[in-house]
């Protein structure tokens, strides 16, 4: 059976980090590109990142660029979304998404002012 389970999220103050992980178990995503998306209450769920297969290509949303980055760690079978200068906007339930097909089940992420 395929899970991808995220961890990390929580609860940090206005310009403070986080770093996500999706740790991939039942099948390998070596060769299948990976990202990120999240939610927000009230709202249709976004993206964020996604990495290729080698993690040498990366994508960001214009919203998160240049202060959060996703990375990924294939003997591992683990994508990472290292998140910095954190806003309240970012406040919403994170995802990961594998191969297109395969979703986690979220982590909160929670940024006061």
């Known amino acids: 059976q395929v899970q991808l389970v995220e961890s990390g999220g929580g609860l940090v103050q206005a310009g403070g980090s986080l770093r996500l992980s999706c740790a991939a178990s039942?099948?390998?995503?070596?060769?299948?590109?990976m990202a990120w998306f999240r939610q927000a209450p009230g709202k249709e769920r976004e993206f964020v990142a996604t990495?290729?297969?080698?993690?040498?290509?990366?994508g960001y949303a214009n919203s998160v660029k240049g202060r959060f980055t996703i990375s990924r760690d294939n003997a591992k079978n683990t994508m990472y979304l290292q998140m910095n200068s954190l806003k309240p906007e970012d406040t919403a339930v994170y995802y990961c998404?594998?191969?297109?097909?395969?979703w986690g089940q979220g982590t909160q992420v929670t940024v006061s002012s």
């Open positions: 990495i290729n297969w080698s993690g040498s290509s990366t």
């Open positions: 039942g099948r390998t995503f070596s060769w299948s590109a």
């Open positions: 998404n594998a191969a297109r097909d395969y």
